[in-house]
């Protein structure tokens, strides 16, 4: 992710039919422009950068914003709730793309109340993947932290941050490469770091986790803990609800910008690849064997520079995007739709686009770094009386 000045928030009504004539390329894919589809705030207040937002599995309305000072704020109903859900603000290193990173709730949540955070600790920057657990009172967590993993950074950037439970109960960490730039150490083609990687563990295992007896290189030369690798900064990810699918934005360096579906042991390229393209070596890359291309990209162009994955559409208000990954561009405020080979420009709006959040009903939101969530509504829905 590449963060800049905030923005004064703003509310957006957008519209450019569904699927029409090709009006621009993308990664030589044709683009199709989308005018179906508009952007409604979700709550009168503006958050202080937001970098992501979720729901827990209780059954409950409530979405929880994450704040990247180290707040985790709680809407019901679009109604703020007047104190934090978490605030760890004093144990972080911030600025940058350093903070509170990641949220995930525990699939059991409803019954043992555990989620888990990913951020950078004030001390040294490490990310730090921790538990928490849920107080007597239900919006407000206890604030004992159990640390479950702490991974080095050597540089200021590069931290990954997302964590998301998988269909298989495992917890999912998004780890960049350490930083700097071109990946001067190469280390996310090396299987002894854990940065560059996918990670995949258990955290209903043995204290400080388990790891999943499947995990490709268990026994083998490799970190156990590694699911995937060969990523620059993969920033957002997220399940398919319907399929399982794991799908990710990983941020380029100076030219593309991809979208990968992630699978078990793949290797994905960088920084031998930077998207489809040969980066460092400049030439004959792809003479390595058993590198996984994206599935689409796109290149720094018209002012776009760092890719913000997103969703699979599975909700029922926007039936024409069923099946479709929403992804967007943090500097353009673009949101793109991919579906069957096919790119679709569905909107283009002023947001820095930090991430996208998913609710219990598969409808989903867009979050400004500038400090607004906005909801993606049928463009017919009235925003104003």
Known sequence: MRLSALMTGIVLWMGIGLWSTPSWSLAGKPVFVNSSIGLQSIADHTFSEPVFLTTSPDQSDRLFVVEQGGRIIMLTGGQ???????????????????????????????????????????????TVIAEYRVSS??????????????????????????????????????????????????RAQNREELLGKFLRIDVDGPEPYGIPPDNPFVGQHGKPEIFALGFRNPWRFSFDRSSGDLWAGDVGQHLWE????????????????????????????????????????????????????????????????????????????????????QTSLLLDTDLQISSFGEDREGELYVIGHQGSIMKIIPKSVKLFD
């Not at 931290?159 to 495992?170: K, R, T, V």
């Not at 400049?282 to 997103?310: A, D, F, I, K, M």
């Open 80 to 126: 703020l709730h007047p104190s934090p859900f978490l605030d760890i603000g004093e144990r972080l290193s911030t600025g940058g793309e350093r903070g509170l990173l990641g949220l995930a709730f525990h699939p059991r949540y409803s019954s043992n109340g555990r989620f888990f955070v990913n951020y950078t600790r004030t001390e040294d920057g490490a």
């Open 137 to 186: 009172d239900r919006n407000k967590a206890d604030s004992q932290e159990t640390i479950r993993l702490v991974i080095p950074q050597p540089y200021r950037n590069h931290n990954g941050g997302m964590i998301a439970f998988g269909p298989d109960a495992f917890l999912y960490i998004g780890t960049g490469d350490g930083g700097s730039g071109g990946d001067p150490e190469n």
């Open 258 to 341: 991809e979208i990968d579906v992630i699978a078990k042991g793949k290797n994905f390229g960088w920084r031998m690849l930077e998207g489809k393209h040969c980066f460092n070596p400049e030439n004959e890359c792809h003479l390595v064997p058993n590198l996984v291309g994206p599935l689409t990209e796109y290149r720094h162009e018209q002012g776009r520079c760092s890719v913000t994955g997103g969703y699979v559409y599975r909700g029922s208000r926007l039936s024409a995007l069923q099946g479709t990954y929403l992804f967007g561009d943090y500097c353009t405020g673009e949101i793109w739709g991919y579906r069957n080979g």
